[in-house]
């Protein structure tokens, strides 16, 4: 703590010499000083802050691709994988994540949205995670920044109570299973979703607009003319490996929105690392 303190002070020395030597230094505590910092005896500017930030960024990078785990057959082989998927993305979480908030992982921020989330459930089933998770406003769409890389980190999610179509989708299937209720993914063109029975009647809900209810018999029969990507995609079942690979993706785009091309390269490197590379091209793979 002596030597942290120490750095921590010399952060923005304008040394040149000694900046080197406290980022060196840094970056062997990894990528995450969240809970020596919250030891800390003295605030950090928000201009320190920022500086220690973007110093641990490379100890993230290096961390994520030294423990990316993915099963030999690719996206298509995590058929029915949702404890692989959960950690692929806890582990996008951490590499997200700014490395000095002090905050739950992923898995515990879950758990806790479970717990909250567990007696409306108790009385109302599926019908009351969706009312508890979006219609109160507890999760929303994060219409000011829709396309926010930190959108993909659905621990920040949980936190900040906002994020993409998926990011949320994803939020709501994973405390749904949590707690044995029925619920699927619907990798819809431009719009993920999720499905839902309410009443013996199957739904499409949209997480990204206070988890509104549309009946997918009625919008079966009401657009016969649909095309057979988007009938397909109304039909069938997201598997844990689509929904990874459209995560990815989506955060590839936003990174070149953003114009992080470091980050952005580092993103196609997972998803080629997982046979997606010629996957997403489609409309369907954005958000």
Known sequence: ????????????????????????????????????????????????RG???????????????????????????MEDDWDGLESCLRQLSDFLHD???????LSDSLDLLAEESSQVVEELGVEGLRVYLFESGRLRGNQENYNDPRNADLAWSVQNGRSNPIGLALLFLFVARRLDLPADG????????????????????????????????????REKGMGVEISAALTSVATPGEMLLRVLRNLELAFQKAGNEEDMQLVKRLVTSIGGWFYGQVEGSVF
Not at 53 to 72: D, F, G, K, T, Y
């Open 99 to 105: 490395g000095i908030t002090l905050r739950p992982s």
């Open 51 to 77: 500086l220690l930030s973007e110093i641990l960024r490379p100890s993230r990078q290096e961390q994520l691709m030294r423990e990316w785990v993915v099963p030999a057959g690719g996206w298509r082989a």
């Open 1 to 48: 703590m002596t030597e942290f303190e120490s750095l921590l002070r010399l952060l923005d020395d304008e040394t040149p010499f000694v900046r080197d030597k406290v980022k060196e230094k840094l970056r062997d505590y990894g990528g995450d000083v969240s809970e020596a910092l919250a030891e800390f005896p003295h605030p950090l500017t928000d201009h320190e």
């Open 186 to 221: 619907v990798n819809f063109p431009g719009h993920f979703l999720c499905r839902v029975e309410n009443h013996g009647r199957v739904y499409l809900m949209d997480c990204f607009h206070q988890g509104q209810l549309h009946d997918i018999q009625e919008i079966l029969m």
